[in-house]
């Protein structure tokens, strides 16, 4: 996804292997140069622990995003 298309509370699905096993939703909450920082809403339960680790926010490079549908 673009950055420029992405703006603070945006809700968008993404999927980070080196942190989470299971993809995840999260809130724009500070947009960067090329990521953005995610606050985690919602992800798959067996990732708890290590959403919990990250006080449930992520930064994510932003072309590895998609919107969540209305």
Do not use: C, W
């Amino acid at each position: 996804m673009k950055l420029s298309s992405i703006k603070i509370g945006d809700q968008l699905r993404g999927r980070v292997t080196e942190d989470l096993e299971y993809p995840f939703v999260g809130t724009v909450e500070k947009i960067y140069t090329n990521s953005v920082l995610l606050a985690i809403t919602d992800y798959d339960q067996q990732d708890a622990d290590n959403v919990a680790e990250l006080n449930q926010k992520i930064v994510v490079a932003a072309d590895s995003l998609t919107k969540v549908g209305k």
